[in-house]
């Protein structure tokens, strides 16, 4: 009797926890699924959100492959990444050793930092567009300083920088206390062993620390590489992707292609293409950096 | 655990430095947050041509925006409630939904767990963006283009909410859920006054984390959303701001209450926000 109580009773469960899991797959099936079936119709269809999606082959992708705005875009990518790497890595890695020296107030300036990352990207944005505007602030302190201005968002070649400096002062935080977490797990034999050797210091960060740190290192980059090909709200709120298509990013491309030139069969092939490259770039650069540092 | 007061001298004069330097930077950091409070503070005329901290302070700027619903037809204050609206019942569905199938993944035996689990693992690889412009055909084939739902539906099961509900519930010990099975407790007294008290901290990071996603969420609403009447925050500042750009007095009052929420959200909660980033201050 008691044994074939407890079955009925965990039967009932498993049933209860079945239906838990087709409850959220269904949700799936509409909401992911459906659209993932669309995705692929899409990519090898023409349509214009109106009329029933005719079989076109592989036009769409000869479209995009034929799409000098498109190619823009990626060539975009790369030049923000080549502003935003370094200038994120220095400053994040800046932020973690002086976090390391510091004695007191080390929550408070850890939150400063940490409060442009949990801030509304539409808010964020508009701000810097003033603070970087011909007029704003940043250039009245240069001309009252240093008697120079410079052309942050008006420039081809500037704006891009400054999209990258807005950015930048987004993720520093985050990024910080990241390779903050790797520093504080390296051993302290390790730099007493360096300083018996004389190391210099130089020698030292790039043969001891980073080292010590690839992990947290190439997390940091994964990040970076994946806000490169996502970012949409900064530059469609401060530049529109201007001047001159200098900062026109991926997402960019895909809205206006969707939205503007009602072309949603190329955006989403865009969307497919823009993923599997970034998803590649992501697994090249892991390929080539990532380290298994072991402790002998 | 080594002790850092040990390691790193404490008093030198190059810590000193850093120190002063460190809290030179956290000021810098806030700076744009200054600039921007100060900025909805001030006349627009007056916003370029003083300093950060002198000049006029009126209300007026916020006055502007719980007057543009008529003048203008940019209902501010209309938008405020929207996005509280959406992102609240975003969020309470998504804490939901998580517990009480992140608790069917960690707890409950049945067939298939462990297929519905890859699937979890393998959509959330799957970039978002990529999903967006076919999404946009379902809402508009349901027939839900400028509504609320358009903005809720899509998101109120989570798979992230789902997995990170179910790494933690596998830690609670068993013998407490078949305990509250011999009270013959239910089901939802045992994922409500049982797995969500003893595992706060994830509930709250999921909360958290699902409520700043979508209070800040600007690309959708924006491809879904062109009645003003149901528009979130986010957007109709960003249109307020295309039209208006000039008057930035009142862009840059809509930006502190686009901003605030979250600032105070942060500053409440920073414990679990750090604790979902996986950061410790140690």
């Known amino acids: ?296 | 655990m080594i002790d850092l007061k040990k390691i790193i001298p404490q008093k030198t004069v190059g810590s000193w430095i850093i120190t002063i330097l460190m809290y030179l930077l956290a000021i810098t950091w806030l700076y744009p947050y200054i600039w921007m409070v100060m900025a909805s503070l001030k006349p627009t005329p007056e916003i370029y041509h003083t300093d950060l901290f002198s000049g006029t302070l009126t209300m007026e700027n916020y006055q502007f925006l719980f007057d543009s619903a008529e003048k203008i037809n940019r209902p501010f204050l209309k938008s405020l409630f929207n996005s509280f609206f959406i992102t609240l019942t975003v969020t309470v569905s998504v804490v939901i939904t998580s517990a009480f199938i992140g608790y069917a993944m960690a707890k409950i035996d049945f067939r298939g767990r462990a297929q519905v689990n890859d699937f979890i693992l393998f959509q959330m690889v799957v970039p978002a963006m990529v999903l967006m412009i076919p999404l946009f055909v379902l809402i508009k084939q349901l027939g839900l283009i400028n509504t609320y739902s358009a903005m809720i539906l899509p998101v109120m099961m989570s798979g992230w909410g789902i997995f990170m509900m179910a790494q933690a519930f596998k830690g609670t010990p068993n013998d407490y859920i078949d305990a509250a099975k011999l009270d013959r407790a239910s089901l939802r007294q045992i994922v409500f006054n049982l797995m969500v008290p003893l595992n706060k901290a994830i509930v709250a990071i999921v909360a958290l984390f699902t409520f700043t996603g979508t209070w800040d969420n600007f690309m959708w609403p924006l491809i879904v959303m062109s009645d003003v009447e149901k528009m979130p925050l986010s957007v109709l500042l960003a249109t307020f701001s295309k039209q208006y750009g000039t008057d930035v007095g009142p862009v840059m009052a809509g930006s502190v209450l686009q901003a605030l929420p979250l600032v105070l959200l942060f500053i409440i909660f920073r414990k679990y926000f750090l604790q979902g980033m996986s950061l410790s201050l140690k």
């Open chain 1, 1 to 296: 009797m008691k044994i074939g109580n407890i079955n009925i009773v965990e039967i009932k469960e498993s049933q209860i926890g079945a239906a838990l899991a087709i409850s959220f797959l269904l949700f799936n099936v509409i909401f992911w699924a459906y659209p993932f079936l669309w995705l692929v119709i899409l990519s090898v269809t023409e349509w214009r959100f109106f009329d029933v999606p005719t079989f076109s082959g592989l036009k769409n992708f000869f479209a995009v492959l034929y799409d000098p705005e498109f190619w823009r875009s990626l060539w975009n990518v790369i030049r923000f990444l080549g502003y935003y790497v370094p200038i994120v890595l220095a400053c994040s890695l800046g932020f973690a050793f002086g976090l390391q020296h510091i004695g007191r107030g080390k929550v408070f300036i850890a939150l400063s930092f940490l409060v442009a990352h949990i801030s509304s990207g539409v808010a964020y944005s508009l701000v810097f567009e003033k603070i970087f505007s011909s007029t704003g602030p940043l250039n009245t302190f240069l001309a009252d300083w240093f008697g120079f201005t410079i052309p942050w968002l008006s420039s081809p070649n500037m704006a891009m920088l400054s999209i990258s400096l807005v950015v930048t002062w987004k993720f520093v935080g985050y990024y910080g206390l990241i390779l903050y977490s790797g520093l504080v797990a390296i051993p302290q034999e390790i730099y007493d062993a360096a300083k018996l050797d004389n190391t210099k210091l130089l020698t030292k960060l790039f043969k001891v620390t980073l080292p010590m740190i690839n992990a947290q290192l190439v997390m940091v980059l994964v990040f970076a590489i994946t806000v490169a090909f996502g970012i949409f709200t900064e530059p469609y709120m401060i530049t529109g992707g201007g001047p001159m298509e200098s900062t026109n990013m991926p997402l960019l491309v895909i809205y206006e292609t969707a939205f503007n030139r009602l072309q949603p069969s190329r955006a989403a092939l865009m969307a497919i293409i823009i993923a599997v490259v970034s998803y590649l770039v992501i697994k090249i650069m892991r390929k080539l950096l990532e380290k298994n540092v072991e402790l002998v």
